[in-house]
């Protein structure tokens, strides 16, 4: 009988192309804004897997990774003294205006690295010699970069080409790939004297300080002494990327928009879909009535039901999942809109399209249960 | 009818109403109905005497309020709605005056439903479907869908898919009051052969005075209750009377 009940869905195209449609439209509204959401998260933290140090040490009332507060130069010290702490770095981060060469302004995060063992490098050099950094006024940029400070030239800016920090000249001795910063800063990485030349003057130039556990330590348990003994905040790397990201669930409007728009999806999908299914059914009603009178249990007509709502609702989720993967291999060369497409985004708009679909099929259930099949017999 | 036959359908004092308060409606009044194997049994009156609901009752499609039902040798009363339903499935065929075959399938499709519900495996019920269109002379429309033919052929097809089981009792409601004269001829003449097979019974419900000549009994009810049953003699005068 399951195969005539999937002719019987499939041969009424018009709701069949509205069931479909209703489901494809709800699973890429839900995959695909949680795939937005997701890789906005994910740029939240690029920072810390942009420098990929095992210990973050920073200022005790830093809430998430991109926030900057000072710290004294002595503090580096004090960090290194901590029993299980194998080394410890300053680190220099802040956003400073860049000149480019038709004269705009463009503002870019400058990434003071310590000199000696230039620890947070970047992850990924595509051209140029990290160890240049060394050398006075020298600069490596990332892709960003490039297309940003590259304003008014004929050919992109490259090695040995310069352009202006805060007045000062610095000199391209590397490209770097990066992964896009929250706030859209092309990364200047450079040596932490150098950024504290280009940097304004302050009492406090310190940004946070880049630390290692000893081997046998983990990196947790050094955090949990760092933070006992000094009186800063140290964080792991996974510890800094949760505390960031549930800074930005708490104090940003960012997740409650791209919520509402993942629930309205969902409430479109029963809607239209419910709605879409339960007139098919009332449609049916008199050949399902047929069915039962010929023979048919509740139950038997119940699994028809379910195998049409749950094939057009597996039909619709890979259409809108597929709708979503093509829209992700379009934007992410580009770097934008930001898009992350886990496994448990897959997972939580199928078990949504699952309930959808039951929801819809629980509808036209509960009319055939309640139905007479003596209906047959009425005019 | 034969004197030997055995009966098919008894029906003792069944009464059944719809609707509570003022707006009750009784149906069937006490209604007392008796169909015996082999025989074609029309049940003919007025509209709203209660013909429709009595089959309904009949067939086990509606639950009645009192009296005994009993079926082929199985007391109906007895029975759970889920033991209904199955006892439908395998001993009664349906034929409706709507046709209700399902328009998104093929003949073929329509025909073995019944049998696909009985159990059997899908190409040996298309094979069977197939068959028994050809023996409605629609061998060549299995592929078609109920929609591309004439009213009198889907009330072909319908009958058809009401054999496809071989069920012994075969309900029929108003078969060819939505056909033409040749055409509705034509659907009694398939209707009378499939009442002669053994231990058969068909039980047709009908305002058509055009089909009466092929009943071997007829039962006219009036007002929720049995007015007369006519056989032999008094049937075919009643038949002269109605040319």
Redesign the interface.
């Known amino acids: 009988m399951f195969h005539l009940a999937l002719k019987m869905l499939m041969g009424d195209r018009a709701k069949y192309i509205m069931l479909v449609g209703g489901l494809t439209f709800s699973a890429l509204l839900m995959t695909q804004q949680t795939a937005v959401f997701q890789g906005l998260l994910s740029w939240t933290t690029s920072h810390l897997r942009n420098m990929r140090a095992p210990l973050w040490v920073v200022e005790a009332h830093v809430d998430y990774a991109n926030e900057t507060k000072p710290l004294r130069d002595t503090d580096v010290n004090r960090v290194r003294s901590v029993k299980g702490v194998d080394f410890a770095v300053p680190m220099y981060q802040g956003i400073l205006k860049a000149r480019a060469f038709d004269g705009s302004d463009k503002q870019v995060m400058i990434i003071g690295l310590h000199g000696a063992t230039l620890f947070g490098r970047p992850p990924q050099m595509l051209a140029g010699n990290l160890e240049t950094l060394r050398l006075p006024n020298t600069v490596v940029i990332d892709e960003l970069g490039v297309q940003r400070l590259s304003a008014g030239r004929k050919k992109p800016i490259g090695l040995g080409d310069t352009f202006e920090i805060n007045d000062r000249e610095a000199r391209v001795v590397g490209i770097c790939r990066t992964e896009r910063h929250f706030f859209g800063y092309p990364y200047v990485f450079t040596s932490y004297d150098q950024a504290l030349q280009y940097a304004p003057r302050q009492r406090k130039m310190l940004s946070l300080i880049l630390a290692s556990p000893k081997p046998g330590v983990t990196p947790a348990e050094a955090a949990r002494r760092i933070s006992a003994e000094t009186g800063l905040k140290a964080y792991t790397s996974d510890e800094f990327a949760k505390v960031t990201v549930a800074y930005i669930w708490k104090n940003t409007g960012i997740p409650m928009s791209f919520m509402t728009t993942i629930i309205l999806g969902f409430i479109v999908g029963v809607a239209v879909s419910g709605q879409t299914f339960y007139s098919f059914v009332l449609e049916n009603l008199r050949h399902l009535g047929a069915l039962k009178a010929m023979g048919a249990s509740t139950w038997t007509l119940a699994r028809m039901l379910l195998l049409q709502a749950f094939t057009a609702g597996f039909i619709g989720y890979g259409m809108g999942v597929g709708i979503t993967a093509a829209f992700g291999y379009a934007v992410l060369p580009g770097g934008q809109p930001p898009f992350v497409l886990e496994a448990s985004s897959l997972i939580r708009t199928a078990v949504a399209i699952v309930v959808i679909c039951f929801f819809a099929a629980l509808l036209g259930i509960r009319k055939v249960a309640k139905l007479e099949p003596a209906v047959v017999f009425r005019g | 009818m034969k004197p030997e036959s055995k009966s098919a359908v008894t029906a003792s004092g069944v009464t059944k109403s719809f609707g509570v308060g003022d707006s009750r409606t009784v149906a069937l009044k006490g209604t007392d109905f008796h169909a015996a194997e082999g025989e074609l049994h029309l049940v003919v009156g007025p509209s709203g005497c209660g013909k ?1 609901t009595l ?2 009752v009949v ?1 086990g ?3 009645w309020d009192a009296g005994d039902i009993q079926v082929l040798g199985t007391k109906l009363n007895g029975l759970s709605p ?1 033991e209904i ?2 006892f ?3 001993h ?1 065929g ?1 034929i ?3 046709f ?1 075959l ?4 093929s003949c073929v ?1 329509n025909v073995s ?2 049998l ?3 159990g059997t495996k ?1 190409a040996a019920a298309e094979r069977k479907a197939a068959e028994l269109l050809e023996l409605v002379g629609l061998g060549d429309k299995g592929r078609k869908r109920p929609t591309e033919l004439s009213g009198g052929q889907q009330q072909r097809v319908a009958i058809a898919r009401a054999l496809s089981h071989e069920p012994r009792l075969l309900i029929c ?1 108003e078969p060819t009051s939505a056909l033409d004269s040749e055409t509705g001829h034509q659907i009694m003449d398939l209707l009378s052969t499939a009442a002669r097979s053994p231990g058969r019974c068909v039980i047709i419900v009908t305002h058509d005075p055009r089909i009466y000549g092929y009943a071997d009994r007829i039962t006219a009810m009036e007002d929720g209750r049995l007015k007369h049953v006519l056989a032999g003699d008094p049937l075919k005068q009643f038949v002269q009377s109605h040319r």
């Open positions: 429709t089959l309904s067939a499609t509606l639950k889920s339903t199955a439908r499935g395998e009664i349906f409706f005056q709507q209700n399902i328009p998104t399938l499709e439903v019944p696909l519900l009985n899908r409601d």
